[in-house]
């Protein structure tokens, strides 16, 4: 008897844990051209308020405009289930935090939304389709204003995103802000469709793992970012493929917080297969690593290994600037920013086994300014292939770029055109070290491997 009810006890609770809420029951339709959006939130508002369970999307398509995690809910898109984003800008609702960001103060709009919310899963072998060409760029700063972002976690902690597929986005396909205890496992990320289309933002976020994503995005792909004091700190990246027209991995551009502990490893960079339009960027990539504080905060800690690299015209870009970008208090508006009144620092940065191939010729830069060296950096086991073909009559006209030190200058690794040496141009740095070092190219290259300005 004792040994029946136990088996009764069991079977009840685990029925508890596995509660689905299909949207189809909830009015849901398989139909693009209608609205399934009260259908789906409902069902997510009813697995929250009961304690949690999994919001079945089964196969086939529909189409919604913004929808809101909460806490609990396992959003799951079974194989062949697809979220098709609403084309009309009406359909998506402005959304607005009270957490002090430069990306929060304003109300932003995105299809799938999250604020505060807990022990989140959205998985599954489905696709969520943002359909992000409809939005036309109207202004500088109108991503998640007038082009919505697909996916958008903030303050929100224990989420799980893994094995779906995602497309199309308006603008950033994933921006999670000042969200904790992060996984992202095992997706596919598309995203060539408009500008602003980087493929991951982490921004000002502890404790993820990011493993086996596969990305293809016209703008950055693996961005980390710091819009507020909040530094991007223990991260572990690792095992992803990432094609971009801009940075594969890039920590900035944004640093106010800045960037501690944060580990990339076992990442292969290579160009697009859709080569047929671009919005930014070179067409084989600008960078493979960019690491970048130019809004005070700090860089520390920062291991990046085991990295094979196809294309991009300047493949490692280490730069400490001063444009002093601030963030915004509570309740004010995007003209009433913070001042940042001081130059942030990078020291502590590993850089170990890395191939580039066909690469472009301008060539690598580490460069801090006047005053303010970037320290303590190790590259070892570097070999870099590009086209060269840089000859004596070039070099006058690199000389004079270069000595721009461009100290406000948005950061970014093309910022100089081609560069005085053919491997490292080092200029304002203090205790670089460079070990198994080898620069080959295509054609005869005047240019030495290592050009060195104010370094020790």
């Known amino acids: 008897m004792r040994k029946a009810l136990l088996l009764l006890l069991t079977s009840a609770a685990f029925n508890i844990q596995a509660a689905d809420y299909n949207i189809m029951k909830y009015g849901a339709v398989n139909d693009t051209t209608q609205l399934s959006t009260s259908a789906l939130q409902q069902a997510i508002d009813d697995c929250n308020r009961d304690g949690g369970g999994r919001v079945v999307i089964p196969t086939g398509s529909y189409k919604i405009g913004t929808i809101v995690i909460k806490s609990n809910v396992h959003l799951h898109l079974e194989h062949g289930a697809t ?81 779906i597929t995602l497309k199309n986005s308006g603008c950033w396909m994933q921006h999670y802000l000042a969200c904790d205890r992060l996984t992202i496992d095992g997706i596919k990320v598309f995203n060539r469709n408009n500008y602003n289309n980087d493929a991951l933002d982490l921004d000002g976020c502890h404790e993820v793992t990011v493993t086996r994503m596969m990305a293809d995005s016209d703008d950055d792909g693996i961005t980390l970012k710091s819009t507020s004091p909040r530094l991007c700190e223990n991260i572990s990246i690792a095992n992803c493929i990432v094609s971009s027209h801009c940075n594969a991995i890039k920590l900035g551009t944004e640093t106010n917080g800045g960037f501690r502990n944060i580990n990339i490893s076992n990442i292969v960079v290579k160009p697009s297969y859709d080569q047929k339009e671009k919005f930014f960027g070179q067409w084989i990539g600008s960078s493979a690593i960019s690491l ?13 290994s085991n990295i094979n690299v196809e294309g991009t015209e300047s493949p490692i870009f280490i730069r400490l600037g001063n444009r002093a970008r601030g963030y915004q208090l509570k309740g004010t508006d995007f003209d009433s920013l913070i001042p940042i009144d001081h130059v942030g620092s990078i020291n502590g940065i590993h850089l170990d086994n890395i191939q580039i191939r066909n690469a472009g010729a301008m060539g690598c830069s580490i460069t801090g300014l006047p005053n303010h060296p970037v320290t303590n950096v190790w590259l070892s086991h570097i070999s870099i292939h590009h086209k060269g073909g840089i000859k004596a009559s070039d070099l006058p006209e690199i000389e004079r770029s270069v000595k721009d030190e461009k100290e406000k200058d948005y950061p970014e690794s093309t910022m100089w055109g081609c560069l005085p040496a053919k491997g490292f141009f080092v200029r304002h740095t203090r205790n670089i070290h460079f070990n198994d070092i080898t620069i080959q190219t295509e054609e005869a290259d005047v240019r030495p491997d290592f050009v060195q300005v104010d370094t020790e």
């Open 292 to 304: 970048e504080i130019v809004d005070g905060g700090l860089m520390e800690n920062v291991n990046v």
């Open 83 to 163: 979220l098709y984003g609403s084309t009309r800008l009406e359909d998506y609702l402005p959304m607005k935090s009270d957490y002090v960001s430069l990306r929060t103060q304003t109300s932003t709009i995105q299809l799938i939304y999250a604020d505060k919310a807990n022990n989140v899963v959205i998985d599954g072998y489905g696709t969520i389709d943002g359909r992000g060409r409809t939005f036309k760029k109207l202004s500088w700063n109108d991503e998640g204003i007038t082009r919505p972002h697909l996916l958008r976690f903030i303050q929100s902690r224990d989420i799980t995103i893994k094995d």
